[in-house]
């Protein structure tokens, strides 16, 4: 079946620790997303990738950190630079950024900062 | 960059009503895309509807319709025959058909379904 795979489902991290997130998509899809999710506040755009080997800050990429090493693969870290890390985080997928089209989602994975 | 608004954090409907959830946008682009995405108590993000802005005919998806007023920039859900698995929270999101990367979504709505 083709879908997102995200994990862990929960992630508990200490104060001071990196954190890493998996996203995997076996969709052949080109671009991936990492939101994040707050009540009230929608989802925030942290970071996106068109293509392996590059990607783009988002709207709150401060204290996160990404790679495109493959195009099924787009881990999110959370540094200890982030103040406030604690939330509901989403990986997405696109076919192409020019190919206009919906995203598909991941079954997210919550992060609770100790 | 541009705006999604929804101005109901909440709403309910009676079963096997009718429930009407707003939208604006706000955009200079003439190109775009518009969804409805359903994220219920598993918290998996769900596409319910989506809208090509150059078309003029409202889409529709079973019990799912859209009202599409572009010169308004409007973009409402309708919910017909209303079911208990409809309770979710509902988002509204924007693409844009130039550069097409991100998408922006509202803050979404919470949907009750009363029995």
């Known amino acids: 079946d083709g879908g997102i795979t995200q994990s862990p489902k929960y992630l508990f991290r200490k104060e001071g620790q990196n954190v890493t997130l998996s996203c995997e998509q076996n969709?052949?899809?080109?671009?991936m997303y990492w939101y994040r999710q707050d009540p009230g506040q929608g989802l925030r755009l942290i970071y996106y990738?068109?293509?392996?080997?590059?990607?783009q800050k988002g709207d709150i990429a401060e204290g996160y950190s990404v790679s495109r090493e493959k195009k099924e693969s787009f881990p999110l870290t959370v540094t200890s630079a982030q103040k406030n890390p604690t939330a509901f985080y989403l990986c997405?997928?696109?076919?192409?950024?020019?190919?206009?089209?919906?995203?598909?989602f991941g079954p997210g994975t919550r992060l609770t900062v100790l | 960059a541009q705006t999604v608004t929804q101005s109901q954090p909440e709403m309910s409907v009676q079963e096997a009503e009718t429930v009407t959830l707003s939208c604006t946008y706000d955009?200079?682009?003439?190109?775009?895309?518009l969804f409805w995405y359903k994220q219920p108590p598993s918290r998996q993000m769900i596409l319910v509807i989506r809208?090509?802005?150059?078309?003029?005919q409202n889409a529709t998806e079973n019990r799912f319709s859209v009202n599409f007023q572009k010169a308004a920039k409007s973009f409402s859900l309708k919910i017909s025959d209303s079911q208990l698995g409809d309770a979710a929270m509902y988002f509204c999101?924007?693409?844009?058909?130039?550069?097409?990367?991100?998408?922006?979504f509202g803050t979404g709505t919470s949907l009750t379904v009363i029995p």
């Open positions: 997405a997928s696109s076919i192409s950024p020019t190919a206009l089209g919906e995203q598909f």
């Open positions: 969709l052949n899809h080109d671009a």
């Open positions: 990738s068109q293509i392996v080997n590059d990607f």
């Open positions: 955009t200079s682009e003439s190109d775009y895309y």
């Open positions: 809208q090509e802005a150059y078309k003029q």
């Open positions: 999101a924007y693409r844009s058909g130039n550069t097409g990367n991100q998408f922006y």
